[in-house]
């Protein structure tokens, strides 16, 4: 609750609890019981846990002091979680981000993570910490790489959207949305940072990341909605179609595309300027010129920034990519840096979503283009039997693994109550991995280790 008057103006908050619980919150902290932030917009903006149970570590990087959090009945529930390594792994992440930036915005800095019971991995973004929710608690150290990959995306988030913000959030306005194109710069580029950064600072092998550069461009290649929605109004529509429930084949995510998209941008500017620039300097531009001087950007903004970096017009890039539906160009950009896209074939695909309905799958949707919209299978569609065998508490598609593109099967199925059959001919799923050009000239090299600061000969992939 606020008011205009008030809503810029300080405010206390003072919470009883008992004596020898501990607290973790970026609110600052006045002594007793109380904490102070500058705005109402701080206030709400800062999650605070109070917890008999609260572990608590710190570290120092360029004198900010960097605050770790486990919440969790049983401190590190079950973990073996070691601090000095999470300190050293979290620091990394840090400096690699500050240096990035040419910028250290804060004095203190919590990272806090909520330990659950069940396999789980989300994370929120505030001006000064990072709220994370991890599980299984007891394997958390065994999944080392998604807490740092989860801990990076989310502290790159400092700057963009917390003070780097698309120009309809400042201010934010809580009565009612807030459309905005530009969510797949805001979150698209954070996951290209948040991935960047650890390969950056070794703490991901440079062959893992392109390996995860591959895994995401096979994702996006064997979603239809690629075809369909153009990337910004993917960010646009996001108040519509749910936070990242989307549209089944007919929408893309701002994330894993807008990722993709920050490379390709990257990878260009470094060819039009012969390496001298890059997106890192987009990415401070906006954190001088806009975040800097309390301002928000616009789509126009940010086009005129990655024109002015890379010399020259991007509007064909933006038209055919971001604001249409034109296949991406991986190959071409990251041939720049000596590299190659390869593509083959693994497993195979329906191209139909089902879900168990006493004891039958049935239909929930259908890929245009796809092995079960050729069929001429619908939503709804009752499967029976595949190659005469019942499918009664069977998935279809660990019947079909086995198989290879090209075979086909029958299908039976009732639908409005009346037994049908098709023949179903399945597809390969394409899948695409990166390799080095053996061809690779020297300025593809310095590409190639000015982006991921590694030497091209200690790389093997």
């Given amino acids: 609750v606020y008011t205009d008057e008030t809503r810029n103006s300080p405010a206390l908050l003072t919470i009883d609890y008992p004596d020898d619980w501990k607290v973790a919150s970026q609110l600052r902290p006045l002594g007793g019981k109380s904490f102070d932030a500058e705005t109402y917009d701080d206030l ?99 999944n080392y790489g998604a807490f740092l990959s989860l801990s990076s995306h989310e502290f790159f988030h400092v700057w963009n959207i917390k003070r780097i913000k698309p120009d309809v959030f400042l201010p934010y306005d809580y009565r009612k949305e807030s459309y905005t ?75 894993s595309k807008g990722e993709l998209i920050g490379l390709l941008i990257d990878l260009e500017i470094r060819q039009r300027t012969k390496n001298a620039k890059s997106l890192d300097d987009v990415m401070r531009l906006l954190n001088t010129e806009f975040a800097g001087q309390g301002r928000g950007f616009s789509a126009r903004d940010f086009k005129e920034l990655v024109e002015r970096t890379g010399t020259g017009s991007f509007t064909e890039f933006f038209e055919r990519f971001i604001y ?86 029958e299908l039976s199925y009732i639908r409005s109550g009346l037994l049908k059959a098709v023949k179903l001919t399945l597809k390969g799923r394409d899948a695409f991995s990166i390799s080095k050009k053996a061809t690779a000239t020297a300025a593809e090299k310095a590409i190639f280790e000015s982006w991921l600061a590694a030497k091209w000969s200690d790389v093997t992939i």
């Fill in 44 to 142: 709400i903006d800062a999650p605070t846990i109070i917890s008999p149970t609260l572990v608590h570590w710190q570290t120092k990087v360029r004198n900010a002091q960097i605050h770790i959090y486990f919440q969790n009945d049983d401190g590190l529930g079950g973990s073996n979680m070691n601090e000095e390594d999470v300190k050293a792994d979290l620091a990394k992440i840090v400096e690699g981000q500050f240096a990035l930036m040419q910028d250290v915005p804060f004095k203190e800095y919590a990272f806090i993570y909520h330990l659950v019971s069940r396999p789980f991995s989300h994370g929120v973004e505030h001006k000064n910490s990072a709220s994370m929710v991890m599980g299984p608690a007891a394997s958390v150290d065994q």
């Fill in 181 to 255: 194109p530009l969510l797949y710069v805001s979150e698209g580029f954070t996951s290209y940072y948040g991935s960047l950064t650890l390969a950056r600072t070794k703490q991901t092998p440079t062959s893992n990341y392109l390996s995860g550069v591959g895994s995401n461009i096979t994702a996006l290649q064997n979603n239809y909605g690629r075809k369909v929605q153009p990337l910004a109004l993917s960010s646009f529509d996001a108040w519509l179609s749910g936070y990242g429930a989307g549209r089944g084949a007919s929408s893309v995510s701002f994330y």
């Fill in 324 to 409: 249409g539906t034109d296949e991406l160009p991986f190959a071409e950009k990251l041939a720049y840096a000596g590299l190659e896209l390869r593509k083959s074939t693994r497993g195979v695909v329906t191209g139909m979503l089902t879900a168990d309905e006493n004891g039958f799958p049935v239909v929930k949707s259908i890929e245009p283009e796809s092995p079960a919209f050729t069929a001429g299978l619908d939503n709804g569609d009752v499967l029976i039997a595949l190659n005469g065998k019942s499918l009664m508490n069977q998935s279809p598609v660990s019947m079909l693994a086995t198989l290879n593109a090209g075979q086909s099967v």
